[in-house]
């Protein structure tokens, strides 16, 4: 993730194909160590993709988890409802 991360920070910086030493040296100069195994393999499998396609399609594979969320709530009005008839009775 780090190297992900330092490498899509060099692409923005205008370096269009960062080298494994590129992504190194960025991390380095914030105190953070690179692992050469990850690193390498990562700049081999960027080596020659154009990035935004690559971003793109890492973009389609997230859509596939979908969304969710926001159904939760509601049950505190139901047991303040039946709470407040068995009061009644």
Do not use: R
């Not at 993730?1 to 205008?14: E, N, S």
């Not at 690179?34 to 396609?53: A, F, V």
């Amino acid at each position: 993730m780090k190297h992900m991360a330092a490498y899509l920070m060099l692409v923005l910086g205008g370096n269009e194909s960062p080298s494994a030493d590129d992504v190194s040296k960025a991390l380095s100069s914030v105190g953070i160590e690179s692992d050469s195994e990850q690193l390498n393999k990562l700049i081999s499998e960027l080596e020659g993709k154009d990035l935004s396609e690559v971003l793109e399609s890492g973009s389609e594979l997230l859509a596939k988890f979908g969304g969710g969320g926001g159904g939760g709530g509601g049950g505190g009005g139901t047991f303040w409802f039946h709470f407040d008839l068995f009061v009644m009775y």
